[in-house]
């Protein structure tokens, strides 16, 4: 029986095994089971739930490892693209993760050669569905680029871009691109426009602009279409009704609570980034149960934080959640890229970030040239938890994720004791707060959970536990 646990409160613990099936024990439980003195009954349970497996049980081991192989399962085919067509914007916000240029800087657009080397990639894809998200800078300032890529798009059977816009210009060749079905919108909203305006635009008219466009998308092609983010100050946090409130005026649900991002330029003006503490933890509680009681008050809409949402994916629906900033092993370089607005090629986009803020130059090559690389190898040489040894102990690994990058942007190393990381902190206290929703009792809850996981009905009232 090879289970790793984590102590909850109350005496209970949190026991999971590789495959990452688990279930809660009492003090009582725990006690029998730290001392080996099981009784029939607890027997039965590990049998039923497959935590115990007999030598001759082979459909068990069976089950067993295709648990554990669908965990680690993941895409070699390149069919993700974060696309770069100018590094100019038109903002400068204050935690700007990408070091942007003005407006009107020359030199920063993609070459013609550069342009003809990403439609040629995408010619020679193998893959028969394409995700391609456009960043910049500011890729509405280039939309002749963005329409290029998706038009080279069309032999695709599936498709879907991304243009993250800060929602400045919307003028009638931008709206003939977002009127493209497969076209999302992904931008920024802090929360009011006070807000708004201290943290990103600056200026009232500015402000103004953003939100005139926002309710003009939203009123256009519905809240479906359009994700916001906001990045929030943890030294000084918005007040939580205040900020659902202005997700909600504009039919938005799905709210990514985001801290300052430590790259670019808030590495500079935000030093205190590098690491959150207690105060930013237990306002990130604080937020969810909002959640959780409004959903409850009013069940005509659901409200989601949108990392807990596919958190609680990691756990309950291995294989289906493809988000590339929790999973392990996180392979770089292999199913998805970044190209840059000079046609280099980094594994993510932090990398890109990193280089531009002159940390550390994570390139592995160019659109043009190819990036199967010596750099990219030696990145992928340390791509999985399941080879830390402190995530080898630890009973969230099976849901967990591995980010170098990210170590390498905090610390400049990807060798600190995984509990020293703050990557490492922040998934501890991430996945032990949605154990905890999980065991509790209480019918709002389990309401939230269940709409988070796309589930029509709700969750059991007692998920697997051994008294
Ligand atoms: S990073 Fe931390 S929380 Fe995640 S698996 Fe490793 S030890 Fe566990």
Redesign the pocket.
Known sequence: MALRQYQLPAGRALFVNAGGSFFLASRAACMRLYNSALLDADHDFLHLHGHVLEPGDKLGHVARAYAEAQRAAVSRQLDYLILVPTLRCDLSCSYCQVSRVAATQPGYDWSEDTAEAVLHLLDTLATSQIKIEFQGGEPTLRPDLVRRVIERCARFDQREFVICTNLQRLDDDILALLDHPDVFISTSLDGSPDVHSRNRTGSAQATDRFFDNLATVVARYGPKKIAALPTIDPAAPPDIDALIDSYNRHGLESIFLRPINYQGFARKRHRDAREQGDDWRAYYERFVRRLIARNWQDRSRVLEEAYLSIALRRIFRPGTERHVDLR?PNPLGIDYIVVDHDGVVYPTDEARMLARAGVIDLAIGTVAAGWDSPARDLLNKHSS?SD?P??Q?????P????DLVDDIARYGRIDLP??E?E???R??HL?SFIFRLLYEEDEAVRYSLARWLRLPGTLAPAMDYLA
């Open positions: 392990s938890n830390d402190a995530c102990t630890c009973a969230f690994q849901f967990c994720g591995r995984r509990h990381t990557f490492c902190r998934h501890t996945f």
